[in-house]
Antibody, heavy 119, light 108 residues
Framework: QVTLRESGPALVKPTQTLTLTCTFS??????????VSWIRQPPGKALEWLAL???????YYSPSLKTRLSISKDTSKNQVVLTMTNMDPVDTATYYC???????????WGQGTLVTVSS | SYELTQPPSVSVSPGQTARITCSAD??????AYWYQQKPGQAPVQVIY???ERPSGIPERFSGSSSGTTVTLTISGVQAEDEADYYC???????????FGGGTKLTVL
Protein backbone atom coordinates (compact mmCIF):
# COMPACT_ATOMS: atom_id res chain seq x y z
CA GLN A 1 0.00 0.00 0.00
CA VAL A 2 1.51 3.26 -1.17
CA THR A 3 1.12 6.27 1.11
CA LEU A 4 2.69 9.72 1.21
CA ARG A 5 2.38 12.31 3.93
CA GLU A 6 3.51 15.94 3.87
CA SER A 7 4.66 17.73 7.00
CA GLY A 8 5.89 21.22 7.72
CA PRO A 9 4.80 24.60 9.03
CA ALA A 10 1.30 25.83 8.36
CA LEU A 11 2.38 29.45 8.57
CA VAL A 12 5.55 31.16 7.39
CA LYS A 13 6.48 34.82 7.26
CA PRO A 14 7.42 36.66 4.08
CA THR A 15 11.12 36.28 3.15
CA GLN A 16 11.45 33.12 5.28
CA THR A 17 12.47 29.72 3.91
CA LEU A 18 9.88 26.96 3.79
CA THR A 19 10.96 23.39 4.49
CA LEU A 20 8.52 20.57 3.75
CA THR A 21 9.09 16.88 4.34
CA CYS A 22 7.41 14.04 2.47
CA THR A 23 7.42 10.71 4.29
CA PHE A 24 6.35 7.80 2.16
CA SER A 25 5.83 4.06 2.37
CA UNK A 26 4.96 1.20 0.06
CA UNK A 27 7.72 1.85 -2.48
CA UNK A 28 11.43 2.53 -2.62
CA UNK A 29 13.00 5.63 -4.13
CA UNK A 30 16.04 3.54 -5.02
CA UNK A 31 14.03 1.49 -7.51
CA UNK A 32 14.92 2.14 -11.15
CA UNK A 33 12.43 4.58 -12.68
CA UNK A 34 10.97 5.79 -9.40
CA UNK A 35 10.62 9.49 -8.65
CA VAL A 36 8.94 11.78 -6.13
CA SER A 37 7.56 15.20 -7.04
CA TRP A 38 6.19 18.23 -5.25
CA ILE A 39 3.15 20.02 -6.62
CA ARG A 40 1.26 23.01 -5.22
CA GLN A 41 -2.18 24.54 -5.63
CA PRO A 42 -3.04 28.07 -4.51
CA PRO A 43 -6.59 28.39 -3.17
CA GLY A 44 -9.06 28.24 -6.05
CA LYS A 45 -6.33 27.92 -8.66
CA ALA A 46 -4.69 25.27 -10.81
CA LEU A 47 -2.07 22.69 -9.96
CA GLU A 48 1.57 23.68 -10.44
CA TRP A 49 4.45 21.21 -10.62
CA LEU A 50 7.46 22.36 -8.57
CA ALA A 51 10.22 19.77 -8.48
CA LEU A 52 11.15 16.12 -8.97
CA UNK A 53 13.89 13.87 -7.67
CA UNK A 54 14.59 10.48 -9.20
CA UNK A 55 16.05 7.17 -8.03
CA UNK A 56 19.51 8.25 -9.21
CA UNK A 57 19.36 11.57 -7.30
CA UNK A 58 18.79 13.57 -10.48
CA UNK A 59 16.73 16.68 -9.78
CA TYR A 60 14.46 18.78 -11.97
CA TYR A 61 12.81 22.08 -11.09
CA SER A 62 10.07 24.29 -12.46
CA PRO A 63 11.88 26.78 -14.71
CA SER A 64 9.96 29.68 -13.15
CA LEU A 65 10.92 28.75 -9.58
CA LYS A 66 14.25 26.96 -9.94
CA THR A 67 16.28 29.70 -8.25
CA ARG A 68 14.21 29.31 -5.07
CA LEU A 69 13.77 25.54 -4.87
CA SER A 70 15.87 22.67 -3.60
CA ILE A 71 14.83 19.01 -3.40
CA SER A 72 16.67 16.20 -1.66
CA LYS A 73 16.07 12.65 -0.52
CA ASP A 74 16.98 10.34 2.33
CA THR A 75 16.36 6.89 0.92
CA SER A 76 17.02 5.15 4.23
CA LYS A 77 14.28 7.18 5.91
CA ASN A 78 11.90 7.14 2.92
CA GLN A 79 11.78 10.91 2.94
CA VAL A 80 12.00 13.71 0.39
CA VAL A 81 12.55 17.30 1.48
CA LEU A 82 11.62 20.44 -0.44
CA THR A 83 12.93 23.87 0.50
CA MET A 84 11.65 27.10 -0.99
CA THR A 85 13.43 30.33 -0.18
CA ASN A 86 12.19 33.91 0.03
CA MET A 87 8.55 33.02 0.61
CA ASP A 88 5.90 35.52 -0.47
CA PRO A 89 2.13 35.71 0.13
CA VAL A 90 1.59 34.51 -3.46
CA ASP A 91 3.21 31.23 -2.40
CA THR A 92 0.23 30.50 -0.15
CA ALA A 93 -0.99 27.13 -1.36
CA THR A 94 -1.64 23.50 -0.58
CA TYR A 95 1.59 21.61 -1.22
CA TYR A 96 1.35 17.99 -2.35
CA CYS A 97 3.93 15.24 -2.39
CA UNK A 98 3.41 12.63 -5.11
CA UNK A 99 4.89 9.42 -6.38
CA UNK A 100 5.85 9.95 -9.99
CA UNK A 101 7.26 6.86 -11.69
CA UNK A 102 8.64 7.25 -15.18
CA UNK A 103 7.57 8.02 -17.85
CA UNK A 104 5.88 10.93 -16.21
CA UNK A 105 2.57 10.85 -14.31
CA UNK A 106 1.68 11.19 -10.65
CA UNK A 107 -0.03 8.03 -9.50
CA UNK A 108 -0.21 8.47 -5.74
CA TRP A 109 -0.71 11.73 -3.83
CA GLY A 110 -0.41 12.82 -0.24
CA GLN A 111 -3.36 14.60 1.33
CA GLY A 112 -1.57 17.93 0.98
CA THR A 113 -0.53 20.53 3.50
CA LEU A 114 -1.75 24.12 3.44
CA VAL A 115 1.00 26.68 3.83
CA THR A 116 0.02 30.28 4.44
CA VAL A 117 2.53 33.08 3.96
CA SER A 118 1.67 36.05 6.11
CA SER A 119 3.31 38.43 8.51
CA SER B 1 7.13 28.65 -20.78
CA TYR B 2 5.42 25.48 -21.99
CA GLU B 3 1.64 25.40 -21.53
CA LEU B 4 -1.23 22.94 -21.82
CA THR B 5 -4.53 24.50 -22.89
CA GLN B 6 -7.86 23.26 -21.54
CA PRO B 7 -11.35 24.78 -21.73
CA PRO B 8 -12.26 26.39 -18.39
CA SER B 9 -15.61 24.65 -18.17
CA VAL B 10 -17.72 21.88 -19.68
CA SER B 11 -21.36 21.17 -18.86
CA VAL B 12 -23.34 18.03 -19.59
CA SER B 13 -26.56 16.39 -18.46
CA PRO B 14 -26.49 13.07 -16.61
CA GLY B 15 -26.09 10.14 -18.97
CA GLN B 16 -24.51 12.23 -21.72
CA THR B 17 -20.90 12.13 -22.86
CA ALA B 18 -18.42 14.75 -21.67
CA ARG B 19 -15.28 15.49 -23.65
CA ILE B 20 -12.47 17.60 -22.24
CA THR B 21 -9.62 18.56 -24.52
CA CYS B 22 -6.02 19.49 -23.82
CA SER B 23 -3.70 20.96 -26.43
CA ALA B 24 0.04 21.59 -26.63
CA ASP B 25 2.82 21.33 -29.18
CA UNK B 26 4.77 18.54 -27.48
CA UNK B 27 1.82 16.21 -26.93
CA UNK B 28 2.70 14.05 -29.96
CA UNK B 29 6.03 13.29 -28.25
CA UNK B 30 5.08 13.16 -24.56
CA UNK B 31 2.46 11.10 -22.76
CA ALA B 32 -0.56 12.82 -21.28
CA TYR B 33 -2.19 12.13 -17.92
CA TRP B 34 -5.55 13.17 -16.49
CA TYR B 35 -6.55 13.87 -12.89
CA GLN B 36 -9.91 14.34 -11.21
CA GLN B 37 -10.10 16.67 -8.22
CA LYS B 38 -13.17 17.09 -6.05
CA PRO B 39 -13.48 19.99 -3.59
CA GLY B 40 -11.22 19.64 -0.59
CA GLN B 41 -9.57 16.49 -1.90
CA ALA B 42 -6.24 15.61 -3.46
CA PRO B 43 -6.28 14.87 -7.20
CA VAL B 44 -6.77 11.30 -8.40
CA GLN B 45 -5.23 9.97 -11.60
CA VAL B 46 -7.94 8.75 -13.97
CA ILE B 47 -5.91 8.24 -17.18
CA TYR B 48 -2.19 7.59 -17.69
CA UNK B 49 -0.01 7.33 -20.79
CA UNK B 50 -2.71 8.90 -22.98
CA UNK B 51 -5.19 6.03 -22.92
CA GLU B 52 -4.59 3.72 -19.95
CA ARG B 53 -6.99 3.57 -17.03
CA PRO B 54 -5.67 2.86 -13.50
CA SER B 55 -7.28 0.05 -11.58
CA GLY B 56 -10.37 1.16 -9.74
CA ILE B 57 -11.25 3.88 -12.24
CA PRO B 58 -14.65 3.27 -13.88
CA GLU B 59 -14.71 2.15 -17.50
CA ARG B 60 -16.69 5.26 -18.47
CA PHE B 61 -13.42 7.20 -18.28
CA SER B 62 -11.28 6.96 -21.42
CA GLY B 63 -8.47 8.88 -23.05
CA SER B 64 -7.45 9.47 -26.63
CA SER B 65 -4.78 11.33 -28.53
CA SER B 66 -4.65 12.95 -31.95
CA GLY B 67 -1.76 15.14 -32.95
CA THR B 68 -1.33 18.03 -30.56
CA THR B 69 -4.62 17.35 -28.73
CA VAL B 70 -5.53 14.77 -26.14
CA THR B 71 -9.09 14.19 -24.96
CA LEU B 72 -10.63 12.84 -21.78
CA THR B 73 -14.01 11.29 -22.48
CA ILE B 74 -16.52 10.43 -19.78
CA SER B 75 -19.33 8.31 -21.16
CA GLY B 76 -22.65 8.17 -19.35
CA VAL B 77 -21.73 11.00 -16.99
CA GLN B 78 -22.94 10.64 -13.42
CA ALA B 79 -23.52 13.32 -10.80
CA GLU B 80 -20.46 12.06 -8.90
CA ASP B 81 -18.25 12.96 -11.87
CA GLU B 82 -18.73 16.67 -11.22
CA ALA B 83 -15.19 17.86 -10.45
CA ASP B 84 -12.19 19.73 -11.77
CA TYR B 85 -10.15 17.83 -14.33
CA TYR B 86 -6.50 18.54 -15.10
CA CYS B 87 -4.36 17.29 -17.94
CA UNK B 88 -0.64 16.89 -17.35
CA UNK B 89 2.34 16.16 -19.53
CA UNK B 90 5.98 17.17 -19.91
CA UNK B 91 7.83 19.67 -22.04
CA UNK B 92 9.71 18.52 -25.13
CA UNK B 93 12.81 17.77 -23.05
CA UNK B 94 10.80 15.49 -20.78
CA UNK B 95 12.46 17.02 -17.75
CA UNK B 96 9.75 19.41 -16.66
CA UNK B 97 6.23 18.37 -15.85
CA UNK B 98 3.38 20.73 -16.59
CA PHE B 99 -0.36 20.93 -15.84
CA GLY B 100 -3.17 22.43 -17.83
CA GLY B 101 -5.27 25.16 -16.27
CA GLY B 102 -8.05 22.76 -15.34
CA THR B 103 -11.60 22.22 -16.58
CA LYS B 104 -14.60 22.41 -14.28
CA LEU B 105 -17.09 19.71 -15.26
CA THR B 106 -20.65 20.58 -14.28
CA VAL B 107 -23.33 17.91 -14.34
CA LEU B 108 -26.59 19.74 -14.99
Amino acid sequence: QVTLRESGPALVKPTQTLTLTCTFSGFSLSTLGMCVSWIRQPPGKALEWLALIDWDDVKYYSPSLKTRLSISKDTSKNQVVLTMTNMDPVDTATYYCTRSPLPGGFDFWGQGTLVTVSS
Amino acid sequence: SYELTQPPSVSVSPGQTARITCSADALPKQFAYWYQQKPGQAPVQVIYKDTERPSGIPERFSGSSSGTTVTLTISGVQAEDEADYYCQSADISGAHRVFGGGTKLTVL
